[in-house]
């Protein structure tokens, strides 16, 4: 599926290094160096998903994006604006058109607070609504993501895990929102829940017409929403493609593994496929391997690979793939 | 395979709340043959834990009760067992790994220490022949430099790692009846898969039954021989691992396993999505606990909790109405 909207969302060679400090002057001995240089670009109405293991990096990629944490290099840009160049207040005021949903919904919502307060707090923040247009605007958030507007009185605790997410989503959509980062949204639910808020979060796309950064680690339910598929590992993007291009034929070894690692609800699956199984851990981000990030755990690596770190490639339309042995014999016959 | 191991007979847990009783197992019955491995799948809530529990006594009590039921383990009953005795069943003859590799483990005693300790108390080890058994054990389970790791502290390694550590120590005995409780949950994929392979090499080594509990219908789907799916305290569906993903009978199994994404799946359905929550078991269900959220459901679904009936070979249903014709059977 090709995209031909507008770009939205621009990130040039993002890069965001935490410092580690230690002693008792509190010396910088090292950074962890979660995202180290990604680069992409999402189309208005578009779905990008974001998938890696734990660490790899997602996370933190979204939030950088949002100007959560200020990036240590690299651009980002929503339609012509560089977030990364400007200042408080019209950051602030561009918040209203960018915004999260968190993956915990039992963190991410005020206990103290009612659900009208919560949902309503974007709208007074940016002074979209006022005296009696708050509830107006509350009820018709609430049925908007399909909860009754009679509970808007009430408070978090009342409600179930996906109910939350979903006053997580209304919150999200107070003031109008065109681009959404949504961090692990429904890792934290059931598995009959999760169908649930999946489809709430595609009817509202389409409605609103939302762009979407979708960041899991559930690569069928990613596969599911997704426009196209990003992979990470270890603070890089190792393969960007549609996502029916990148599940029927991955081309970085990571990429490999990782989907042959999915569970598959299949029993007769398991019969005739050969899985990936990749050896060890990944390494620490604070001193990640030189050269090629994945080659520590690669089972086509070879030497060269530690020397200098492969070209993000397009090695067809719109596929990207970072290693030096993409097209090696190796890699195919695998 | 026959040998049956396990059986399990109308096995009901409760635990008392402030909000007050909650039913969380409310009439369980299974067997477990020799072998054979068995996936309890469910969402959170509907028993799958506290019945693997309550079967070896693990449940705090109070506030829990084991209200009623037999566990029989070849042929003895560890409900009605002494305490004493069911000691020497627990971690020796049925063994448990739990979900949370990271919190299972002692953080101030080196791996070595912890593993070293169960043999010496309950196989009468001294302390050279259970080092080299440890050593032997964390070998088996693919630990590299096995000798060297054991003077390491939990927090030197990785939580795949961990995980190994307690399936280790959990087949130090040799048990006949291995039970995981989501061993694979807060494993990242590839880390799953590991242990996913890991757990079916030692089972082909050393032939145990396992019990394998989890929410996970993908995981189940690459390691177990039969599922027992459960609800509400009940289980409403068991059948043989192919059976049961071709001919899903109940209306909740096959409502969960329509809800998953098809990874091969190429333009974009939607997602069939159950609609409701699980119930919240404050009484003991009378109708069937899954009726509120079922689209088949009729007047006697209301009035009466089916109970689980043979519609097959080796497939058993709890649910009035027969799924492939739409009509009450």
């Known amino acids: ?334 | 395979m026959a040998n049956e191991l396990l059986n399990v007979q109308g096995l009901e847990t409760q635990f008392k709340t402030p909000e007050g009783i909650v039913h969380a197992v409310n009439g369980v019955s299974f067997t477990l043959n020799e072998g054979e491995t068995m996936g309890v799948v469910g969402e959170s809530g509907c028993g799958k834990s506290v019945t693997m529990l309550s079967c070896l006594r693990l449940i705090p009590q109070p506030p829990g009760k084991i209200v009623a039921g037999k566990a029989l383990f070849k042929g003895q009953d560890l409900l009605a067992m002494s305490s004493e005795d069911i000691r020497h069943v627990r971690g020796a003859q049925i063994a448990m790994v739990f979900q949370d590799p990271m919190t299972s483990l002692n953080p101030v005693m080196t791996i070595g220490k912890q593993m070293e300790e169960p043999l010496k108390l309950h196989l009468g080890f001294t302390p050279q022949q259970a080092r080299s058994r440890s050593i032997e054990l964390l070998e088996q389970v693919g630990i590299p430099r096995a000798a060297d790791r054991l003077k390491d502290y939990p927090h030197q390694y990785s939580g795949g790692m961990r995980q190994r550590v307690m399936i280790a120590m959990a087949l130090a005995c040799a048990p006949q009846i291995l039970i995981a409780d989501e061993p694979t949950t807060a494993l990242d994929v590839t880390i799953q898969a590991q242990i996913v392979e890991l757990v079916i090499r030692l089972r082909e080594e050393l032939g145990m039954a396992i019990i394998w509990i989890t929410h996970d219908l993908g995981v189940v789907a690459s390691i177990a021989h039969r599922v027992a799916v459960m609800y509400g305290g009940f289980i409403i569906e068991e059948a043989q691992i192919r059976d049961l993903y071709a001919n899903p009978r109940h209306p909740y199994t096959i409502g969960l396993l329509g809800s998953l994404p098809q990874i091969q799946e190429q333009g974009r359905k939607r997602l069939y999505s159950i609609e409701g929550m699980p119930p919240m078991l404050y009484q003991k269900p009378h109708s069937c606990p899954f009726s509120p959220r079922c689209r088949w459901v009729t007047d006697r679904c209301r009035m009466e909790n089916p109970l689980l009936e043979p519609v097959g070979e080796n497939h058993r249903v709890a649910c009035w109405v027969d799924t492939t014709t739409g009509r009450e059977r």
């Open chain 1, 1 to 334: 599926m090709t995209n031909d909207n507008a770009v939205l969302i621009k990130v040039e060679d993002l890069k965001m290094h935490f410092p580690i400090y230690r002693g008792v002057i509190r010396r910088q001995v090292g950074s962890v160096r979660a995202v180290d240089g990604v680069s992409f670009q999402i189309h208005s109405g578009e779905t990008l998903g974001l998938v890696g293991e734990s660490g790899c990096g997602k996370s933190t990629t979204g939030r950088t994006i949002l100007q959560l944490y200020k990036p240590t290099a690299g651009k980002v840009f929503y339609e012509d604006v560089e977030l990364t160049a400007l200042h408080s207040e019209p950051m602030r005021m561009m918040r209203k058109n960018i915004q999260m949903i968190f993956q915990d919904p039992y963190a991410s919502l005020n206990p103290r607070m009612t659900i009208r307060d919560i949902i309503a707090e974007p709208l007074v923040a940016f002074g979209t609504a006022s005296g009696k247009e708050i509830d107006d605007r509350v009820r018709k958030l609430m049925g908007l993501v399909k909860l009754d507007p009679d509970f808007m009185l009430r408070y978090p605790h009342e409600f179930s895990g996906g109910q939350r997410q979903r006053i997580g989503i209304a919150r999200a959509m107070a003031n109008n929102p065109t681009f959404v980062v949504c961090d692990e949204p429904i890792s934290a639910l059931d598995v009959s829940i999760q169908a649930q808020v999946i489809n709430l979060f595609e009817d509202l796309q389409k409605e609103l017409n939302l762009t979407y950064l979708f960041i899991a680690h559930d690569l069928s339910m990613v596969r599911h929403i997704s426009d196209r598929v990003a992979v990470m590992y270890l603070g890089i993007i190792v393969e960007l493609a549609d996502r029916n291009e990148i599940y029927a034929n991955p081309v970085h070894p990571y990429t490999k593994a990782l989907l042959s690692a999915i569970p598959v609800a299949d029993p007769e699956f398991y019969e005739t496929r050969k899985r990936i199984v990749l050896e060890g851990d990944v390494p620490s981000p604070v001193n990640p391997p030189s050269g090629c990030r994945f080659r520590t755990r690669c089972p086509i690596a070879e030497d060269f690979c530690a020397q200098s770190r492969p070209e993000f490639k397009e090695i067809a339309p719109g596929h990207f793939v970072e290693c030096f042995k993409w097209d090696h014999p190796d890699n195919q016959r695998r």
